[in-house]
């Protein structure tokens, strides 16, 4: 069993940063890929960036690319969202995730998951 705890959210205007953490205790870290995803009032949870194992490979939804930065402490159990240049559409619960499979594939190949993090980025 893994625990995942989430912190960093809060309220930004846009153009503004946040950075999210998300602490993992009870599992091997350094094994699980680990991932970000959200979700915003009224709609799905979608993929937001992911971290694999093997070379510290990151993956970006095309809304995310170029703006948020995705990264992983093994030495401390932690794995971070980096947000910038945030806008309103960003706004939304932000959910920490792990997953046994090297190379998921979607939700439903993640294991483990946070409390999630409210972001709110007003205009």
């Known amino acids: 069993q893994v625990q995942l705890v989430e912190s960093g959210g809060g309220s930004v205007q846009a153009g503004g940063s946040l950075r999210l953490s998300c602490a993992a205790s009870g599992g091997t870290f350094n094994r699980y890929t680990m991932g970000w995803f959200r979700q915003a009032p009224g709609k799905e949870r979608e993929f937001v960036a992911t971290?694999?194992?093997?070379?510290?490979?990151?993956s970006y939804a095309e809304s995310a690319k170029g703006r948020f930065t995705i990264s992983r402490d093994n030495a401390k159990n932690t794995v971070y969202l980096q947000m910038t240049n945030l806008r309103p559409e960003d706004t939304a619960v932000y959910y920490c995730?792990?997953?046994?499979?090297?190379?998921?594939?979607?939700?439903?190949?993640?294991?483990?998951w946070g409390q999630g993090t409210q972001v709110t980025v007003s205009s």
């Open positions: 971290i694999l194992v093997i070379r510290s490979t990151t």
């Open positions: 995730a792990a997953a046994r499979r090297s190379t998921p594939t979607g939700s439903l190949d993640y294991d483990f």
